[in-house]
């Protein structure tokens, strides 16, 4: 709850992040707690020019191996719309949520890493050597910590596993293990039509909408009823194996995943049911018009016909798909044939894959789903994320040879990002047993 008082908010978001000095006030405090638990050989703040600090933390082992795991301290910015009685700043416990900004994504993981160790070594138990990673640009798209990873090279060594503490957990009765994340293509589509607004009594009938050529140029790739990416190199086929894959996972979570969205009554869904929800969310292509310049606020706007419109588009793109291709792609079918040759152009600007995992290793299974049946009583789901995580493929590029255990506690309830963010202590709590459990066996 301390550590949720402190707006560190990422980089991305507060260009004088380290003027204010939050980044710094967050990893000194929870540095301070880790050195109080009294587990770590070593606990270090790193910090290279420019770039947001890092806590090394190490904890010697008694056993042959290395497991790495990973967390970060930066918190997205505020939001509007949080419900009285909450604020972002002020942590509230109602009852098993706790509420605050950064408590679900991603202020748990230091926290549940070191009392995994902590619960192992109070029953006895031998565990191998173990790092701990915290990093403070997560939220602005990891960009500090590839010069960390190259820097700690010699320090972390080769580890065997690669936990990451920052990803979903669908269902409160088993481990949910991320499998893929779809990746991403952020651009800009700009569309021109006349050199200046004119009298909308005057010019429609005669005179291209922007609006409408927009509505033409969208419909290249999304059908209009379904949502549905209908352009095959965006969003090609899924193959046999993932949708049946998706379908076990869907059978587990059911209409849960429905209900944590929190869905006006009147409000249908994209998609027939939960299977289809599964794979449009997990695996298919998706598109949402995130920003739109060149119309007026609805109270100022006069009867006016608009020029120009500047909108920024996000596509979610499955995980086998390469971004650079999907970008190429998107330039091509946008800027082909301009509706009523219009000036119509589509930059990309931010692009990341989407990842898939590599198999576990024979003894990261076992472990893997041994503490799966102990914490939970049930083997864990293969999932995938709708979002893109970078740093995750950073760290599989980075350390190719271990395996990648990518868990987390959150859902669509926890409302990440959202007014409202919460972390739901009870999967908190389990998550940490399993990884408890899990350090002991591997």
Same mark, same amino acid.
């Given at each position: 709850?301390?550590?949720?008082? #402190?707006?560190?908010?990422?980089? +991305?978001?507060?260009?004088?992040?380290?003027?204010?000095?939050?980044?710094?006030?967050?990893?000194?405090?929870?540095?301070?707690?880790?050195?109080?638990?009294?587990?770590?050989?070593?606990?270090?703040?790193?910090?290279?020019?420019?770039?947001?600090?890092?806590?090394?933390?190490?904890?010697?082992?008694?056993?042959?191996?290395?497991?790495?795991?990973?967390?970060?301290?930066? =918190?997205?910015?505020?939001?509007?719309?949080?419900?009285?009685?909450?604020? %972002?700043?002020?942590?509230? /416990?109602?009852?098993?949520?706790?509420?605050?900004?950064?408590?679900?994504?991603?202020?748990?993981?230091?926290? +549940? +890493?070191?009392?995994?160790?902590?619960?192992?070594?109070?029953?006895?138990?031998?565990?191998?050597?173990?790092?701990?990673?915290?990093?403070?640009?997560?939220?602005?798209?990891?960009?500090?910590?590839?010069? !960390?990873?190259?820097?700690?090279?010699?320090?972390?060594?080769?580890?065997?596993?690669?936990? @990451?503490?920052?990803?979903?957990?669908?269902?409160?009765?088993?481990?949910?293990?991320?499998?893929?994340?779809? *990746?991403?293509?952020?651009?800009?589509?700009?569309?021109? @039509?006349?050199?200046?607004?004119?009298?909308?009594?005057? +010019?429609?009938?005669?005179?291209?909408?922007?609006?409408?050529?927009?509505?033409?140029?969208? $419909?290249?790739?999304?059908?209009?009823? $379904?949502?549905?990416?209908?352009?095959? #190199? #965006?969003?090609?086929?899924?193959?046999?194996?993932? /949708?049946?894959?998706?379908?076990?996972?869907?059978? #587990?979570?059911?209409?849960?995943?429905?209900?944590?969205?929190?869905?006006?009554?009147?409000?249908?869904?994209?998609?027939?049911?939960?299977?289809?929800?599964?794979?449009?969310?997990?695996?298919?292509?998706?598109?949402?018009?995130?920003?739109?310049? *060149?119309?007026?606020?609805?109270?100022?706007?006069?009867?006016?016909?608009? $020029?120009?419109? !500047?909108?920024?588009?996000?596509?979610?793109?499955?995980?086998?798909?390469?971004?650079?291709?999907?970008?190429?792609?998107? =330039?091509?079918?946008?800027?082909?044939? %301009?509706? !009523?040759?219009?000036?119509?152009?589509?930059?990309?600007?931010?692009?990341?894959?989407?990842?898939?995992?590599?198999?576990?290793?024979?003894?990261?299974?076992?472990?893997?789903?041994? $503490?799966?049946?102990?914490?939970?009583?049930?083997?864990?789901?293969?999932? *995938?994320? *709708?979002?893109?995580?970078?740093?995750?493929?950073?760290?599989?590029?980075?350390?190719?040879?271990?395996?990648?255990?990518?868990?987390?506690?959150?859902?669509?309830?926890?409302?990440?990002?959202?007014?409202?963010?919460?972390?739901?202590?009870?999967?908190?709590? /389990?998550?940490?047993?399993?990884?408890?459990?899990?350090?002991? =066996?591997?």
């Amino acid at each position: 709850m301390e550590f949720g008082k #402190v707006p560190n908010v990422s980089p +991305a978001f507060d260009a004088e992040w380290e003027k204010n000095g939050h980044m710094q006030k967050a990893a000194d405090m929870l540095a301070e707690w880790v050195k109080s638990r009294n587990v770590a050989k070593t606990v270090e703040i790193k910090e290279l020019p420019g770039r947001t600090p890092l806590i090394y933390i190490e904890i010697a082992g008694q056993k042959e191996g290395t497991v790495l795991m990973y967390g970060h301290m930066d =918190k997205q910015p505020e939001m509007d719309g949080w419900r009285e009685g909450l604020d %972002p700043w002020k942590p509230v /416990r109602e009852g098993e949520h706790l509420y605050g900004r950064g408590l679900a994504d991603d202020g748990y993981a230091i926290f +549940a +890493a070191i009392g995994a160790i902590e619960t192992a070594r109070s029953v006895g138990a031998a565990l191998p050597r173990i790092v701990i990673l915290i990093e403070g640009s997560e939220e602005s798209g990891s960009e500090d910590l590839p010069a !960390y990873l190259e820097v700690l090279k010699p320090e972390i060594g080769s580890p065997q596993a690669v936990i @990451t503490l920052d990803s979903e957990g669908w269902s409160p009765d088993h481990l949910s293990l991320t499998e893929s994340l779809r *990746g991403i293509v952020n651009g800009y589509l700009r569309i021109k @039509t006349i050199n200046a607004p004119l009298h909308s009594g005057l +010019a429609t009938g005669v005179v291209p909408s922007v609006s409408r050529i927009l509505h033409i140029l969208l $419909s290249r790739i999304e059908d209009t009823e $379904s949502g549905r990416i209908i352009n095959t #190199v #965006v969003n090609p086929e899924i193959p046999d194996d993932v /949708r049946n894959k998706l379908k076990q996972v869907a059978n #587990v979570i059911g209409e849960h995943f429905i209900e944590v969205y929190e869905l006006p009554e009147a409000l249908r869904p994209v998609g027939a049911d939960v299977h289809e929800h599964v794979e449009r969310n997990f695996w298919e292509a998706g598109m949402e018009v995130t920003g739109l310049k *060149g119309l007026p606020h609805p109270e100022r706007a006069g009867n006016v016909l608009a $020029s120009e419109l !500047y909108v920024k588009l996000s596509f979610r793109i499955p995980p086998l798909v390469k971004a650079t291709d999907a970008a190429f792609e998107l =330039k091509r079918v946008f800027e082909a044939n %301009p509706p !009523y040759g219009a000036e119509v152009t589509f930059e990309a600007k931010e692009m990341d894959n989407g990842w898939l995992s590599t198999p576990f290793s024979e003894k990261g299974k076992r472990a893997v789903w041994e $503490s799966s049946q102990e914490t939970y009583g049930a083997d864990p789901i293969e999932t *995938g994320i *709708g979002a893109s995580i970078p740093f995750i493929g950073m760290m599989a590029r980075q350390f190719p040879d271990a395996d990648q255990i990518v868990i987390g506690v959150l859902s669509p309830s926890s409302r990440a990002h959202g007014p409202n963010e919460n972390l739901h202590i009870p999967r908190a709590k /389990r998550l940490t047993e399993w990884l408890a459990r899990f350090l002991t =066996k591997f």
